[in-house]
């Protein structure tokens, strides 16, 4: 049973490129982009209980820094990715530190702020960063093939998440939840609680870096849209409509949602509606979300 | 000496919480700490196990000041503490909840088979190890005391701190804590002090009580020189007309 599932995913997984015409093919993509950014959000705001706004940020600092990189410096796309992860996960290291001791509305408040500043500042240096205009930077491969983003963005995907899994299931994941449940209590139990948080933060803050990183050098165009906060309350919504706190609720959120605001493009900006709206519904009828209601009704997650 | 306490203040705004209270804990010990509401016992816990620093005043374990240290320092230093409110980690099963407390401290080292093993002993050891799986949340109120306990346990400290364990529980429930805090001191052989306010687990379980009020330390001694100190009487009923 267990095997077949395995199979089910796996052929689910790699199908797509050979069965999707070249348009949902990209919904796909994006979809897994959105996967990598709403569950690295759910480790902090799920596992930790930090809710931050600046994750869109970070996707933003990864992305520019990674297109930047190639466009002035000559440095290839891969290493600007790596690069872009770095320094979205120090920049998330100083953030944190500064805000996690606030903790609760003030890291929200704080981590909002940073966010529209680096919007700001993106959008206004002009001469570096093409404004709204858009930066064009170079793609990842010499041969433009979405059937290559598609394995990359899986296989990353996939990394991210069973680093996720994995840190979840150490010793450190322990710690985390300990500090969701009760941040005096853990304290009292030795856990450093700062510490801890502070990790979280950092390794969530550089996973959005990454993706973002990715995402810019696969639409070839990166513009202050991929840091704003817009795109951020996406992120929220599709961690909390998939249900937060659990592993699986995040990539479901990603995915349907992605694939909803498809359907609904035509409508222009009422989809922003729409999204509010259905997390209203949630929020109210199934705070855990849709993976929430599915283990309860005897799925298997 | 054991733990120390030495001319400990603190007042929060204007109003002034402890004044100036010493007190000494000899291993093995175990330490009642009574008095009226709002004299004090819980903001001594407080400063003993860092949730803040004193205004004034030092506190040493085994010689070593640790004074202003954070919780979770004073936690791998070797003093455990319970809740008046009972704080487990409710949406952890029972054997996370001891995990937690080993992971924080030395007894988080060596390999997780021996580790689940030493936190089900625990379990075990405060009569909970059926409830290992199940989730905090679940639990009856003298369960989830129980569970902090084996938590606190969990980080071997040289001092528990207890706070208002028996509160909440009826009579046959009070025998049992009274049973485990009495096997925490002879079986594990550590030093207990321990907030109550039901007096018959006190005179029967300590061996020195101290008693406070208005932030002062107003008497120390055995149970029964206690209760009969005229300061305590006069703290708990009032003065007397006569």
Known sequence: ?301 | MLLEGLELAKSFGGLTALRGVSFQLSPREVVGLIGPNGSGKTTLFNLISGVFPPDAGKVFLEREEITGLKPYQICRKGIGRTFQIVRPFLKMTCLENVLVGMVGTSGGNGPRQARQEQAMAELKFVGLSQWANRMAGDLTLIQKKQLEMARALATRPKVLLLDEVLAGLNPSEVLQALELIEEVRTRRGITVFWVEHVMGAIMKACDRVIVLDQGQKISEGSPEEVVSDPAVIRAYLGESDA
Not at chain 1, 53 to 67: P, R
Not at chain 1, 132 to 143: C, I, R, S
Not at chain 1, 251 to 261: D, K
């Open chain 1, 1 to 301: 049973m267990r095997l077949v599932g395995l199979a089910l995913i796996i052929g689910g997984a790699v199908l797509p490129p050979f069965v999707l015409n070249q348009y949902w093919l990209h919904v796909a993509i994006i979809s897994l982009f959105y996967v990598m950014m709403a569950s690295s959000w759910n480790l902090i705001a799920g596992y930790t209980g930090q809710v931050s706004f600046a994750h869109a940020a970070f996707a933003g600092v990864g992305a520019y820094a990674s297109g930047m990189l190639a466009l002035y410096a000559g440095v290839h796309p891969a290493v600007g990715v790596m690069a872009g992860t770095l320094l979205a996960g120090i920049l998330g290291a100083a953030l944190g530190g500064l805000c996690i001791r606030m903790g609760g509305i003030y890291l929200s408040l704080t981590t909002l702020g940073f966010s529209e500043i680096l919007r700001i500042i993106i959008t206004n240096e002009e001469q570096w960063t093409r404004g709204t205009m858009g930066l064009q930077v170079p793609g990842l491969f010499t041969h433009y093939s979405k059937t290559s983003y598609y394995f990359l963005f899986l296989g990353v995907a996939l990394a991210l998440l069973l680093l996720m899994r994995w840190i979840l299931n150490s010793d450190m994941g322990l710690a985390f939840r300990a500090v969701l449940n009760d941040e005096l209590a853990a304290a009292t139990s030795g856990i450093h609680t700062v510490r801890v948080r502070l990790l979280a933060f950092t390794v969530s803050s550089a996973m959005a870096g990454m993706a973002g990183a990715l995402y810019g050098h696969y639409l070839m165009l990166i513009t202050p849209d991929i840091p704003s906060l817009g795109q951020m309350f996406l992120v929220l919504a599709m961690a909390v409509i998939g249900g937060m706190g659990s592993f699986a609720g995040p990539i479901v959120g990603a995915f349907v949602l992605e694939v909803l605001s498809e359907y609904i493009r035509i409508y222009g900006e009422y989809h922003v509606l729409l999204f509010g709206l259905v997390a209203l519904v949630i929020a109210r009828f199934a705070p855990e979300g849709i993976a929430g209601v599915a283990s309860r009704s005897g799925w298997k997650r």
